[in-house]
């Protein structure tokens, strides 16, 4: 189970140094902003480059819990794999879909990889956490999120 840690922390370190570059390719707005929209990106993307680091560094400890027959749950690196995948895929996607429909659709795939029924709480956590996290960068820090382009953003 060790080397399988050890795999996934590997998966996650690159899946962060992935986030990370698109997320500092994430263009400033014409007005001065002091964090920018590429703060909150940053932010996850270190906190991620944080743990797989910490993952790789620090062995897990055993719980004695039974090991899972080969074959049960998600596959070798299941989980973060796809939460990673979310992630890259949010950034990539916010400046097309914009940082709402970009964000939910994160967070509705995030419940979903985490075992959360997608109908109807997931549905309400992913847009109370949106509209939160969307009231806290744009109206109290005044940051510009993305509008997207579908939208007839830039």
């Given at each position: 189970?060790?080397?399988?840690?050890?795999?996934?922390?590997?998966?996650?370190?690159?899946?962060?140094?992935?986030?990370?570059?698109?997320?500092?390719?994430?263009?400033?707005?014409?007005?001065?902003?002091?964090?920018?929209?590429?703060?909150?990106?940053?932010?996850?993307?270190?906190?991620?480059?944080?743990?797989?680091?910490?993952?790789?560094?620090?062995?897990?400890?055993?719980?004695?819990?039974?090991?899972?027959?080969?074959?049960?749950?998600?596959?070798?690196?299941g989980r973060p794999t796809l939460l990673v995948a979310l992630l890259l895929g949010n950034a990539l996607t916010m400046e097309w879909l914009g940082y709402s429909l970009s964000t939910f659709a994160f967070f509705l795939g995030a419940l979903a990889v985490l075992g959360e029924r997608p109908w109807p709480r997931g549905l309400l956590y992913s847009l109370a956490f949106t509209a939160g996290l969307y009231l806290l960068f744009a109206r109290a820090l005044h940051l510009s999120l993305p509008v997207g382009a579908l939208f007839g953003g830039r």
């Open positions: 189970m060790i080397a399988h840690d050890r795999a996934a922390a590997l998966v996650l370190l690159g899946g962060a140094v992935a986030y990370l570059i698109g997320a500092r390719r994430i263009t400033p707005p014409a007005m001065s902003d002091p964090l920018g929209p590429s703060a909150f990106p940053l932010l996850l993307g270190g906190a991620l480059l944080l743990l797989a680091v910490l993952l790789l560094l620090v062995p897990p400890a055993h719980s004695g819990e039974a090991a899972r027959p080969a074959g049960t749950g998600l596959a070798l690196f």
